[in-house]
């Protein structure tokens, strides 16, 4: 079993950053993958950053050279904590973002962190 609890959302206005956390805990060294997506009103969650056990990240177009996927694989005290750093934020950003880790067997979400872009 793996709990995902996120934190950092909030209001910024358009062009400001933000750095949303991800803390796993539980079985963590059953993690293959984690990522975090997101989802607007009235639209379907989509991919935002995703990064492997091995290091490797993929991010949509659309936040391409704006936002940084990292994770902490500290194991001595078994956390492990996802990160993205968002930069020059657009009010397109605003949106409910999750934190996701899947391992081999299954899939854990997050509750969700609320974004909002605005002036």
């Known amino acids: 079993q793996l709990q995902l609890v996120e934190s950092g959302g909030g209001l910024v206005q358009p062009g400001g950053s933000l750095r949303l956390s991800c803390a796993a805990s539980?079985?963590?060294?059953?993690?293959?993958?984690m990522g975090w997506y997101r989802q607007a009103p009235g639209k379907q969650r989509e991919l935002v950053a995703r990064?492997?056990?091995?290091?490797?990240?993929?991010?949509?177009?659309s936040v391409k050279g704006r936002f940084t996927i990292s994770r902490d694989n500290a194991r001595d005290n078994a956390k492990n904590t996802l990160y993205l750093q968002m930069n020059s934020l657009k009010p397109e950003d605003t949106a409910v973002y999750y934190c996701k880790a899947a391992t081999y067997s299954t899939v854990y979400w997050g509750q969700g962190t609320q974004v909002t872009v605005s002036s």
């Open positions: 990064i492997t056990s091995g290091g490797s990240t993929n991010y949509a177009d």
């Open positions: 539980g079985s963590i060294f059953s993690i293959n993958a």
